[in-house]
């Protein structure tokens, strides 16, 4: 099975950046893709950027597209979403997810939080 762990959350003020990072363990063999979502206080959780761990693909949300870049290093089996011109509207709990060979369900990580001040 695979493992996800999220790192890089934080404060950061109207028009900051930050980089997000999510580690994948275990069987990364069988990942498939990974993802972005995130999930604001009473709100549904949202994609926000995928891409194949091949890295031949990549997608980006509407809301993202011009501030956040999704990438990976394939040799530390982490995926990395870098984040800038960070807006309020932006504050979420930040989770990563795997869609991983023979499973139905995607593997998530426990989340970190992104909290960004006007």
């Known amino acids: 099975q695979v493992q996800l762990v999220e790192s890089g959350g934080g404060l950061v003020q109207d028009g900051g950046s930050l980089r997000l990072s999510c580690a994948a363990a275990?069987?990364?063999?069988?990942?498939?893709?990974m993802a972005w979502c995130r999930q604001a206080p009473g709100k549904e959780r949202e994609f926000v950027a995928g891409?194949?761990?091949?890295?031949?693909?990549?997608n980006i949300a509407d809301s993202a597209k011009g501030r956040f870049t999704i990438s990976r290093d394939s040799a530390k089996n982490t995926v990395y979403l870098q984040m800038n011109n960070l807006k309020p509207e932006d504050t979420a709990v930040y989770y990563c997810?795997?869609?991983?060979?023979?499973?139905?369900?995607?593997?998530w990580g426990q989340g970190t939080q992104v909290t960004v001040s006007s």
């Open positions: 275990g069987r990364t063999f069988r990942i498939l893709s």
């Open positions: 891409m194949s761990f091949s890295g031949d693909w990549t």
């Open positions: 997810r795997a869609a991983e060979l023979g499973r139905t369900t995607d593997v």
